[in-house]
């Protein structure tokens, strides 16, 4: 159990032992680079920035290089840009990406192009880790950033996914809490019958925890579980939520963000390498995790 991102600083640096290289596409974004080189000035990273030449060159005299080696690629337009950081994936000159300023759809039409992208999965999902000061651990959260409403099979895909991550961050045993209205089966909810049937799925896992159909306040509140007298495994403690919609996991994930002060990293998972996906309005701070994230899910560590 890992109780914050504080964690994640000390896992890091004893796994990574040698520089990782980083594709960022559309590079000319001020907290994208600032967070880039504060790993590539301590010898984790090494940068190509793809987007115009001047336009970073510009944005990186406010920012120490000295100790970076990094290369810049003059490529401004949003579409070529992306295209040439995914041929850079192909061809192995990359071990994952980051994306700059360019639309998201973008970057993912290139990743998923069935003759020239990186898509390895059947699933492209969103996993969102949240930190969270009112929880006693590292929450995820999947998928409310990618698919709108993922079916049982691709729900199953995202839990095998997510398990690899939370596995490289030293978990044994990970909870996985199916979310539904409530924690009984009802035949006229999907999101219920669903849940039923992964949790059958995953019943003789000797290291996933996965139940449900769970309601969030058992997934997440000890003392409610116990109240209401839940028999499972999850008491309030789960590790990883895995919503029914996009609309669920993005309202709980920003609900937390804006109300109860959560801090969040954020990947796109499914493709040969990982991607570093935030908003544009992401601070600093949820830039380094998630780049933190993208370094521990590498399994060339």
């Not at 880790?129 to 079916?151: A, F, R, V």
């Not at 839990?159 to 596995?167: A, G, L, P």
């Amino acid at each position: 159990m890992l109780e914050g991102f504080n964690q994640l600083d000390d896992i890091f640096k004893t796994k990574i032992t040698k520089p990782k290289i980083i594709v960022v596409i559309k590079a000319a974004q001020d907290h994208a680079l600032h967070s880039v080189f504060e790993f590539a000035n301590k010898g984790y990273l090494v940068p190509i920035l793809i987007d115009s030449k001047e336009k970073i060159d510009e944005l990186l005299l406010d920012i120490n290089t000295k100790n970076s080696n990094f290369e810049i690629i003059d490529i401004e337009d949003d579409v070529s840009a992306a295209k040439k950081g995914i041929e850079l994936v192909r061809k192995g000159k990359a071990d994952f990406i980051m994306k700059g300023n360019l639309p998201t759809s973008t970057l993912l039409r290139e990743v998923v192009n069935k003759e020239t992208g990186i898509k390895k999965s059947s699933v492209l999902f969103h996993l969102a880790l949240l930190d969270i000061p009112k929880y006693n651990k590292l929450l995820g959260i999947t998928d409310g950033g990618m698919i709108l409403e993922p079916s049982e099979e691709q729900k199953i895909k995202i839990i095998e996914e997510t398990s690899k991550i939370f596995t490289s961050l030293g978990y044994e045993k990970i909870k996985f809490s199916l979310l539904s209205a409530a924690e009984v089966v009802n035949p006229k909810q999907k999101s219920s019958v669903e849940a039923d049937e992964i949790s059958k799925h995953f019943k003789n896992n000797e290291t996933l925890i996965v139940e449900g159909p769970l309601s969030l306040d058992i997934s997440l509140n000890k003392n409610i579980a116990q109240e209401k007298k839940y028999a499972g495994n999850i008491q309030g403690d789960a590790d990883v939520l895995v919503v029914p919609d996009i609309v669920s996991g993005n309202g709980i994930s920003k609900s937390l963000i804006l109300m109860a002060e959560a801090k969040m990293a954020g990947l796109i998972l499914g493709a040969t390498v990982p991607i570093v996906l935030t908003s544009r309005s992401a601070s600093d701070t949820e830039k380094k995790y998630s780049l933190i994230l993208a370094l521990l899910a590498d399994k060339e560590n």
